[in-house]
C-alpha cells in the first residue's frame, strides 16, 4: 500500500478545507455584489423619476421629460408614460409617439401608489445574467397624482460590472487560498508535524536501547503526554532490563552451584559403589576362604583323620574354590562383557527355548509356569544367548521368592511404540518397598550366604540396556513382582554399533 509523507497530508488537507471555505466564501460575496449593484440600478432609475416629477411634469412639460428620458437612460431602455386615458411611449433608440405600451406592471403601481419593480433574467455566470429591470411608478403632473411612468433599463452595463466583480473577488479568493495554505503549513509544521518527527526519532532511540536527552515536542498536551509515555515506557524496559539481567546471574549461580553439587554427588556416589562393590566382594569370597581355611586347619590337627573324611574335606575345598572361581568370572562378565553376537531373533522362541532348558534341569519341580505369548510378535536385535540369560535370572529370582509352589506367567506384547514387551510375573511374596529400588545394584541380595552373589539383576539390566531396552519392577509385598523388558522393534534398532562397549 501507498503511504503519503505527514507533511504532505497536512498540506493537501488544509488546501481541500481552505478551497471549500473560499468557495462558500466566495458564493456569498457574489450575491452580496449582486445586491447591491441591483440596488444601485433600482436607486438610480428612481432618481430619475424624482427628477422627472420636479423638471417637467410639475411644468406639464411632457415633451420634455420623455427628451430628458431619453438622455439619461441606457441604450436600449425605453418606457411608458400615462396620463389620464393618453398613453406615450418612448425609447432610446426610438422617437417619441403616441403609441400605446402597457404593462401590468403600471397597474399594480397604480395600485400600490409607489414604485414597483421587477428583474427580468437569472444571473448564473458564465451561462445567464440579467437581461433588464422594469420599474413602474405613480407620478405627478402639475402637482396633482394623475398618471404613472413605466421605465424599462437594461442590465447589460450592470452585468459586466457583476462579472468583473467577481472575477476579482475569485483572484482575492485564490490569493488567500494560496497564503492561508502557505501559512497554515508552515504552523502545522512548528506545532504538529516537527514534534512528531521527533517523537518517531525518540521511538527509534528507543529501539536501539537509549532514550534521547533532548528532545523539542513543542507545546501541544497530547504530544507531550505520548512523550511522556515513551519515557515511562523506556524506563519500564529498562528496569524489565536489569531484573532480567540479576534473574540470569542468579539462574548462573545457581546452575554453577547445582553442577558443583552434583559432581560433589557423582564423586560420592563412585565411593559409595565401590565400597559397596569391594564389600559384596569381600562379602562373597570371604564366605568360601573361610570355610577352605577351617578344613585345612582340620585336616592340620586331625593328623589320623581317614581317608575318607579327608576325601569330604577335599570335596568341600574344591565346592568353596569353585564358587570363589563362579563369584570371579561373573565379576568378569560384569565388567568386561564377552564379544556379543547380535542377531534378529523372536523372542517368544528364546523363551520357550530357556524354559526347556531349566526344566530338564529339574529347576522348576514344583512351579507352574505359563505362557502368554502374543502371535506375530515382532523381532528384535539381541544376542540370544545373553537373552537367555536375562530370562533365566528373572525366572531364577521369581521361582526362589515362591516358597513351595506357585506360578508363573511369561507374556509378550507388541506396543504401539514399536517396542515388544516381556513380562514376567510371579505370584510369590514380592519385594518390599524400602529395597526395591536397590535390586538393580551390584551384589545387593536378599538371599541367605552361599544362595545368591547379587550380580543376576545387575548383569540383566546391563545387559537389557545394551540392545537399547528398558527392565523394570512392579511389586506389591505378599502378591508377587512382575519385571517388564522393553526392546525396540529389530527395524527400529539402532545402537548396533555399540555392542561389545
Same mark, same amino acid.
Given at each position: 500500500m501507498r503511504q503519503t509523507g505527514l507533511r504532505a497530508e497536512v498540506l493537501v488537507n488544509i488546501l481541500f478545507i481552505t478551497a471549500v471555505a473560499m468557495f462558500l466564501i466566495g458564493i456569498i460575496?457574489?450575491?452580496?455584489?449582486?445586491?447591491?449593484?441591483?440596488? %444601485?440600478?433600482?436607486?438610480? *432609475?428612481?432618481?430619475?423619476?424624482?427628477? @422627472?416629477?420636479? /423638471?417637467?411634469? #410639475?411644468?406639464?412639460?411632457?415633451?420634455?421629460?420623455?427628451?430628458?428620458?431619453?438622455?439619461?437612460?441606457?441604450? %436600449?431602455?425605453?418606457?411608458? *408614460?400615462?396620463?389620464?386615458?393618453?398613453? @406615450?411611449?418612448? /425609447?432610446?433608440? #426610438?422617437?417619441?409617439?403616441?403609441?400605446?405600451?402597457?404593462?401590468?406592471?403600471?397597474?399594480?403601481?397604480?395600485?400600490?401608489?409607489?414604485?414597483?419593480?421587477?428583474?427580468?433574467?437569472?444571473?448564473?455566470?458564465?451561462?445567464?445574467?440579467?437581461?433588464?429591470?422594469?420599474?413602474?411608478a405613480p407620478i405627478r403632473v402639475s402637482g396633482k397624482k394623475d398618471g404613472a411612468l413605466l421605465i424599462y433599463q437594461p442590465l447589460s452595463s450592470l452585468g459586466e460590472s457583476i462579472v468583473l466583480g467577481q472575477r476579482l473577488i475569485a483572484l482575492w479568493i485564490i490569493l488567500f487560498l494560496i497564503i492561508i495554505a502557505l501559512f497554515g503549513f508552515y504552523i502545522l509544521s512548528r506545532r504538529i508535524i516537527r514534534p512528531v518527527h521527533e517523537l518517531i526519532r525518540t521511538a527509534e532511540s528507543i529501539g536501539a536501547g537509549k532514550f534521547p536527552e533532548s528532545a523539542d515536542v513543542g507545546r501541544v498536551r497530547e504530544i507531550n503526554q505520548l512523550h511522556s509515555a515513551l519515557r515511562n515506557m523506556y524506563d519500564e524496559i529498562e528496569s524489565g532490563k536489569k531484573e532480567l539481567r540479576n534473574k540470569i546471574k542468579e539462574l548462573e549461580e545457581a546452575n554453577a552451584e547445582l553442577r558443583s553439587t552434583q559432581r560433589e554427588l557423582i564423586e560420592a556416589e563412585k565411593l559409595a559403589s565401590l565400597g559397596q562393590l569391594s564389600a559384596g566382594v569381600a562379602?562373597?569370597?570371604?564366605?568360601?576362604?573361610?570355610?577352605?581355611?577351617?578344613?585345612?586347619?582340620?585336616?592340620?590337627?586331625?593328623?589320623?583323620?581317614?581317608?575318607?573324611?579327608?576325601?569330604?574335606?577335599?570335596?568341600?575345598?574344591?565346592?568353596?574354590?569353585?564358587?570363589?572361581?563362579?563369584?570371579i568370572r561373573t565379576l568378569l562378565d560384569y565388567s568386561r562383557p564377552k564379544k556379543l553376537a547380535p542377531q534378529t531373533l523372536s523372542v517368544n522362541q528364546v523363551i520357550r527355548d530357556t524354559v526347556d532348558i531349566l526344566n530338564s534341569q529339574g529347576v522348576l519341580k514344583r512351579i507352574s509356569v505359563r505362557f502368554q505369548l502374543e502371535e506375530d510378535i515382532p523381532l528384535i536385535e539381541a544376542d540370544p544367548n545373553q537373552l537367555s540369560q536375562v530370562i533365566i535370572n528373572l525366572i531364577l529370582n521369581s521361582r526362589d521368592a515362591i516358597a513351595d509352589s506357585g506360578e508363573i506367567t511369561i507374556s509378550t506384547q507388541s506396543r504401539p511404540d514399536s517396542t515388544v514387551l516381556i513380562n514376567i510375573t510371579d505370584n510369590g511374596a514380592g519385594i518390599a518397598e524400602e529395597i526395591r529400588s536397590k535390586i538393580f545394584d551390584p551384589f545387593f541380595t536378599t538371599k541367605e550366604p552361599g544362595h545368591g552373589t547379587g550380580l543376576g539383576l545387575s548383569v540383566s539390566a546391563r545387559i537389557v540396556e545394551t540392545y537399547g531396552g528398558k527392565i523394570s519392577v512392579d511389586s506389591k509385598e505378599g502378591q508377587g513382582s512382575a519385571f517388564k523388558i522393553i526392546f525396540p522393534r529389530a527395524k527400529d534398532y539402532k545402537n548396533a554399533e555399540n555392542f561389545g562397549n
Open positions: 460575496a457574489f450575491k452580496v455584489t449582486e445586491r447591491f449593484a441591483l440596488q %444601485g440600478k433600482i436607486d438610480s *432609475v428612481k432618481s430619475i423619476v424624482t427628477a @422627472l416629477e420636479n /423638471s417637467y411634469l #410639475e411644468k406639464n412639460d411632457i415633451d420634455g421629460g420623455i427628451g430628458f428620458l431619453k438622455k439619461v437612460l441606457d441604450p %436600449g431602455a425605453w418606457g411608458a *408614460v400615462a396620463i389620464g386615458d393618453e398613453r @406615450l411611449s418612448f /425609447s432610446t433608440s #426610438e422617437a417619441a409617439g403616441k403609441e400605446s405600451r402597457s404593462d401590468p406592471l403600471i397597474l399594480e403601481a397604480g395600485r400600490a401608489g409607489h414604485a414597483v419593480f421587477d428583474i427580468e433574467g437569472v444571473n448564473i455566470p458564465p451561462f445567464s445574467s440579467y437581461r433588464g429591470i422594469k420599474i413602474a562379602h562373597e569370597i570371604g564366605n568360601p576362604l573361610s570355610a577352605i581355611n577351617g578344613y585345612v586347619d582340620v585336616m592340620k590337627r586331625s593328623s589320623r583323620t581317614d581317608e575318607d573324611k579327608k576325601t569330604d574335606f577335599l570335596n568341600e575345598i574344591k565346592r568353596e574354590v569353585d564358587r570363589v572361581d563362579r563369584i
